[in-house]
């Protein structure tokens, strides 16, 4: 009989619906439950492509004697971190600062005032390892419970004392300078794999936000060592594993520091973070590398991530069923071995192909697969031959059973793919692109917008959900709001984004200008969320930053501009300290130290000109630049709606660009490739 799930919207919660187990979903009637019962609360969280999750449910919620002893001592809550970042981000910072670690699935034990005693991960049926099995931590938790209820009492409430001391004052470092990028980039530097890409060791993470900031700081300062190591890393990621050598799009991390054997899940935001480094790495590269990846990815979101809606779904499990043994395990769509090579291609394609993609008898992954690469000593194959052989695997793959989807839409993740989709289109000449990023900002306008502009933070099949949106929400819808402003010339966008960044003054900022992930009237959890560092995604705080920054650019309020520069002081004090993890934030800094740019392009909208002086000014490579394109003069018509169009007038009839910054303007211009040195472009 199903549970209290069953009538939920998350994928992750309704695979949980026919559990044993008799879960609740987050509410206050589950707590009012614990407190009428007398017993602990049991969370655990997770979200649907998380391969260990699947195995915690098949392992222990499925089974019917330790679902029994769950539903007997405990009242069990089942929470999807995507639909509840909040709720994650406040359990998860309890479960790190007493173990050390987190991660995926998240186990917590709690009192029926939300107060945490005992955490964990993953627990396996049977001790293992070091580890306690599942149903020994939940003898263990009711022996404590029943035996020593003051001294638990006493831990949780210890627990909520210390999470309360973590507040963050960074209103008074004042905004960051020349001096703490260039401390950042030293510390990247300190950290950067030289053999193999990215940062640190294995699991290696995609490290999108410090790419996208090494790329700025090129652009800004001309250092050649921030371009090399963002271009090294690149070209490691798109020859590994990890990349998706036949479909297009990155899995979310690699297990080993050489980028070989991903875990196979792959998140819209990974790929919507990357499609725009790619793109940008062309931007200033001109690679065909880089071009080749950005639209594969690009065109993989909208292949296999958009729905029907037009919003684009959070994930592709990891997990598949492998045809030969009916099991659902990690990789099997994926990994392939010669003799399966051959018997797609034939004898001399398939020996080919396996030298090609770097498909070993013995095997790269697991049961002697390989997962598909581009090995830097493999043989020249000619491109039509290529092209045919890429045409038949992926034929061949879609026969196999596919890795499930999860199908919710997630705001601050549609925002990064509309900013990475538009700036594709418009770099490539694919207004496709231009279309399907233009087709999910009105999805989000359309169910995930209130009257008061207000955001939910997720729909599903155009139902919107019951969560609030988060401050990565505002930040990230507003942020691809404002590149399809950019890209279309359509001033609505502005305007919408210009809801949004108002609404993050409003209700997510203190007094001293940092920034909270959730709103002044939200959920009172035992603590307010807080975290300006980067995890998958850029943080809520620096993504709110950026858009303010950008919004008072496009503006010229001075109001947006200083609550991004309050913002920003903790970039002034953790930049130079962890610049890994605030790497949105030094992007964002450094579009502040270069002004940012003000582009206004302006013409006759019949006038082929203009396009070429409007992409030009979208391919420059100025940290943060604006851009905002439309009729000459700004009196009326689409022009009216962006203020750095008004007054703007034409040069000998012609469209004409004005680039601006720091209050002082250059000489207007008719001329792309004057253009293109005002704004720092390398050519295209």
Known sequence: MPNRLANETSPYLLQHADNPVDWWPWSPEAFAEARERGVPVHLSVGYSSCHWCHVLAGESFEDELTAAYMNEHFVNIKVDREERPDVDAVYMEAVQAATGQGGWPMTVFMTADAEPFYFGTYFPPEPRQGMPSFMQVLEGVRTAWVGRPEEVAEVAQRIVRDLAGRELDYGK????????????LLGLTREYDAAHGGFGGAPKFPPSMALEFLLRHHARTGSEGALQMAAD????????????????????????????????????????LLCRVYAHLWRATGSDLARRVALETADFMVRELRTDQGGFASALDADSEDPLTGEHVEGAYY????????????????????????????GTFEHGTSVLQLPQDGPAVEAGRLAG??????????????????????????????????????????????ERATEAADLLVRV???????????????QVGTNDGVLEDYGDVAEGFLALASVTGE?????????????????????????????????????????????GAPSGWTAAAGALLSYAAHTGSQAHRTAAERALGVVHALGPRVPR??????????????????????????????????????????????????????TDGGGAEFPLLAERTLVDDLPTAYVCRHFVCARPTTDPAELAEQLGTVGS
């Open 448 to 462: 995930h917008m209130d009257g008061r502009a207000r955001l939910s933070r997720t729909s599903k099949d155009g």
């Open 581 to 634: 993890y605030i790497g949105h934030g030094l992007s964002v800094a450094e579009a502040l130290l270069d002004g940012p740019r003000e582009v206004a392009v302006v013409g006759h909208p019949e006038d082929p000109a203009l396009a070429l002086l409007h992409r030009t000014a979208l391919l420059g490579t100025a940290p943060g630049a604006v851009v905002a394109a439309g009729l000459a003069g700004a």
């Open 173 to 184: 470092a004042g905004t960051p300078g020349p001096e703490e990028l260039a401390k950042a």
């Open 233 to 272: 890393t690149c070209e490691a990621m798109a020859r590994g594993g990890i990349y998706d050598q036949l479909g297009g799009g990155f899995a979310r991390y690699s297990v080993d520091r050489e980028w070989v054997v991903p875990h196979f899940e792959k998140m819209l935001y990974d790929n919507a």
């Open 491 to 535: 001033g609505v966008w502005l305007e919408f984004a210009g809801f949004l960044v108002d609404l993050v003054l409003d209700r997510f900022t203190a007094e001293d200008g940092s920034l909270y992930d959730t709103a002044h009237d939200a959920e009172k959890l035992i603590r307010r969320p807080q975290d300006p560092t980067d995890t």
């Open 335 to 362: 990994a392939w071995t010669p003799a399966q090579l051959r018997e797609v291609l034939g004898e001399a394609d398939g020996d080919l192909a396996a030298g090609y993609f770097g498909v070993t008898e013995e």
């Open 389 to 434: 052989i890429k045409e038949r695997l992926l034929a061949a793959r879609g026969r196999r059973p596919a890795p499930g989807r999860d199908d919710k839409i997630v705001a601050a993740w549609n925002g990064l793919a509309i900013a990475a989709l538009a700036e594709c289109g418009a770099y490539f000449e694919r207004p496709d692109l231009v």
